[in-house]
């Protein structure tokens, strides 16, 4: 599997000294940087716009951190330069620092303007793979005793991308993009788990086709709870190689028609290992008032180490425009699409290369993927009924 470059530009190491602004030193020691009554916006080309606090420091003082980061592909770097990467001028990077508390007035922001810093990024060596560093250090903004302490740099960020040729509960295959060319890599397997089955069997028996059950249910079970939900992937020699496995039912909380947040649904991301599935992510998800929930864990057995689970990702997204699911720890690890609900979706995975060694590796982070965007069903409301390719079908022969 041949990756796709991306490249993401770091804004980091934020700071504003000034003699004029610096408070006495009885008073600085009160002042917490997240309660800085300073903030910038940061500004490339046509993506959306990024905010962050910069704390007012004395002189002597620095902590060097990334705040901002710009994920681009090699459409957005050709895109952002006026006549291509290689122009002479090339894209810049704008920094609008502001005093006062970040909000917004009648769609206007509340801060006042202290000043502007323009960074001009060169991106022909990051085009090529390299590291770069455009600007580290001060600079003058809204007057020469007023500094801003910044750093600015590129580093390349190659990802392997995949993508779902159909929505997940109709078992299509996943391609994998390279340039304009999709090449299919795995194949999806969605069905109904018998609630007295175990989750975790073995690979042969998760990779059989049928078994001679059939799934008795009633009309309506589904308003009442959801559950049961698997999708396996498969490579393309038919081979299991992760899965998705909804363990906890999403059930509406008493009164309200949604799942909450004080009982999430919950599916386990599974890994073959040693002749059976071995538990490998945990994601829990839930209906907020205009939102997804979501938290996801990697297991102490995926560790390596043992102890406690390692929570990767807690956030929402909106259920009326979809967003992204992402896991951004310590570096980018990997985001998947996920579509409003109501709509068909499709998703799209970006896996960064430093976490893939495998064709499993790969896999789980599609399986995962799958999971996300199904639970934007599974946390749909009660009263609203579910597509037909997720309600079980009455004398449905399922399959694991």
């Known amino acids: 599997m041949d990756p796709c470059p991306f490249l993401r530009i770091l804004v980091g190491n934020l700071a504003l000294k000034s003699p004029s602004l610096l408070p ?39 902590t060097p951190d990334d705040v901002v980061s710009f994920t681009l592909t090699r ?12 122009s002479s001028k090339g894209p810049r990077l704008q920094i609008l620092v502001y005093t006062g508390r970040r909000g917004s007035n009648c769609g206007f922001s509340a801060g006042k303007l202290l000043g502007r810093v323009t960074v001009r990024l060169d991106l022909k060596g990051a085009a090529a793979g390299r590291a770069c560093v455009f600007h580290n250090g001060w600079v003058s903004v809204g007057g020469e005793s007023t500094q801003l302490y910044l750093s600015v740099r590129a580093e390349p960020d190659p990802r392997f991308v995949f993508r779902f040729g159909g929505e997940p509960e109709c078992s299509p295959q996943v391609f994998q993009i390279q340039g304009n060319l999709p090449q299919p890599v795995f194949t999806c397997k969605f069905s109904f788990r018998n609630s007295g089955d175990r989750c975790l069997r073995s690979r042969s028996s998760l990779s059989e086709t049928s078994t001679s059950r059939s799934w008795f249910s009633s009309k309506d079970d589904d308003s009442k709870e959801r559950k049961g ?50 538990p490998w992510g945990k994601l829990e998800a839930w209906r907020e008032p205009d939102g997804l929930g979501h938290r996801f864990e990697l297991l102490p057995d995926a560790t390596g180490g043992g102890g406690a689970a390692v929570t990767l990702a807690s956030s929402s997204l909106s259920t009326k425009k979809g967003g992204k699911f992402k896991i951004d720890s310590r570096g980018f690890v990997m985001s998947s699409t996920v579509g409003r609900e109501g709509r068909c979706s499709t998703p799209e995975v970006e896996v960064g290369v430093k976490h893939v060694t495998c064709t499993e590796d790969a896999a789980a982070f599609v399986a995962l993927a799958a999971a996300m965007d199904l639970s934007m069903d599974a946390c749909k409301l009660f009263s609203q009924k579910l597509r037909k390719e997720l309600r079980r079908q009455r004398n449905e022969e399922f399959v694991v």
Request: charged share 20%.
């Open 75 to 86: 459409k957005d770097i050709e895109k952002l330069g006026e006549k291509g990467i290689f």
């Open 24 to 62: 006495s030193k009885s008073e600085f020691s009160l002042v917490h940087p997240s309660s800085s009554p300073f903030f910038c916006k940061i500004k490339l080309g046509s993506f959306p716009s990024q905010f962050a606090t910069v704390p007012l420091i004395p002189p002597e003082a620095h």
């Open 229 to 278: 939900w698997s999708i396996t992937i498969h490579d393309l020699s038919g081979c299991p190689v992760a899965a998705a496995s909804m363990t906890t039912p999403f059930v509406p909380s008493p009164g309200s028609g949604r799942v909450k947040r004080s009982n999430p649904g919950a599916w386990l991301i599974l890994r073959p290992g040693d002749g059976t599935w071995k």
